[in-house]
């Protein structure tokens, strides 16, 4: 009888140890997920290609406007430039509504969002949803692709 409540103490602290451990690993990737956006968001508003590149693993998908694009490196990413575009709608910077995370695994989180472009007054001009898949590559995290209703 002590054997069998033993084996059931033991077996209920292996059972919640997987717990907590699964649930602390699926809380660290989902904050590097996070982190990952967020550096994206500052890079970007900072109008940084290089920086903005750096936070994409490759190659880096887009679906936008009804079409498809792909980049197989950040040095192309690097030399697109998009800002000039943004800003002459009055674009100054944009920041996240909210993050609402779908999918978790060990090298990929799918998150889906909702950002809000705004004018130098930070008055807003237009709201998007978005899917972002981030994907952990050779030990880095990044935006491996991303869907959005923006053009």
Sequence with gaps: MINLKKHIIFSLFLFLSFLISTSTNEE?????AMLTLDRYMESFNAQDMK???ETLNYPHVRFAGGSVAVWDN????ANEDIFEMLKSTG???SAWLSREVNLVSER???ISTVFQRYDKNNQPIKKYQSLYVVTKENGN???KARSSLAP
């Design 141 to 143: 995290w990044g935006v």
């Design 74 to 77: 950040k040095e192309d990413y």
């Design 51 to 53: 920086s903005w590149a």
């Design 91 to 93: 674009w100054h910077h």
């Design 28 to 32: 660290i990737i989902i904050e590097e």
């Design 108 to 110: 990929k989180v799918h």
